[in-house]
């Protein structure tokens, strides 16, 4: 299992520009999440989804968009990039429910600097 | 609001010593607390939950605390080793509903000198 996978590692972009931030998920996890984190801080909860089809805001969702056409896949999109949203972006998933156990498994987060 | 306040402060203690980290949490009464780790350029990863019956918890050196009362959880790593030297997170459930949302604290770094 190669658990979550993200991609780029690290991206600049420039103000203005778009882009798409990759995450693939290969443990069947219905539910997935997109965090940022900014230095010293807690990660922060932009968008999540409980299942293909279905997406929900965060706390700080506003500058992004994703969509769920997939389990394993949950896209996060920036449309206009702007200095604020220079973070890193953890995607998550988990399984939540029951008494399975609620932990979530990162992926290795993506370094987006915007200038 | 939901609160959630780590100690800021990097903690640095001896080889061999016992580290304790603490969480507290305020506005909240939560199912349930997790500890991850993060290491410098990766993502956190998981190391305990807790949950609201439960006072201790332990795996292998860790230990973690739930005190509902105090609305604090502490975490301990004995004998701890170069190793352990990381950033610490605690989490707890955001939000009502079961969909898994984490609410973070700013984290703890902890170094061990050997």
């Known amino acids: 299992n190669a658990g979550v996978t993200q991609t780029p590692k690290f991206r600049i972009l420039k103000i203005g520009q778009s882009m798409t931030l990759q995450c693939t998920q290969d443990?069947?996890?219905?539910?997935m999440y997109w965090y940022r984190q900014d230095p010293g801080m807690g990660l922060k909860l932009i968008y999540y989804s409980v299942g293909a089809g279905i997406t929900d805001k965060g706390e700080v969702p506003n500058g992004y968009n994703v969509s769920r056409s997939t389990t394993e896949d949950f896209p996060l999109r920036l449309e206009l990039a702007a200095p604020s949203q220079t973070s890193v972006y953890f995607c998550?998933?988990?399984?939540?429910?029951?008494?399975?156990?609620?932990?979530?498994?990162f992926g290795q987060g993506t370094r987006l600097t915007v200038v | 609001s939901q609160k959630i306040e780590q100690n800021s402060e990097a903690l640095n203690i001896q080889e061999g010593k016992t580290a304790t980290l603490t969480c507290n949490y305020t506005?909240?009464?939560?199912?349930?607390l997790q500890w991850y780790r993060q290491d410098p350029g990766r993502g956190p990863v998981f190391l305990l939950l807790i949950r609201e019956n439960e006072k201790e918890k332990r795996k292998e050196r860790l230990k973690v605390t739930f005190d509902t009362t105090l609305k604090q959880s502490l975490f301990h790593i004995t004998a701890s080793q170069p190793a352990d030297s990381a950033t610490y997170l605690c989490a707890l459930p955001g939000g009502s509903g079961n969909t898994g949302k984490l609410i973070f604290g700013q984290g703890t770094t902890l170094q061990v000198k050997p």
């Open positions: 443990m069947n996890h219905n539910y």
């Open positions: 506005n909240y009464s939560p199912a349930y």
């Open positions: 998550a998933s988990s399984y939540p429910g029951g008494n399975r156990n609620t932990e979530a498994f």
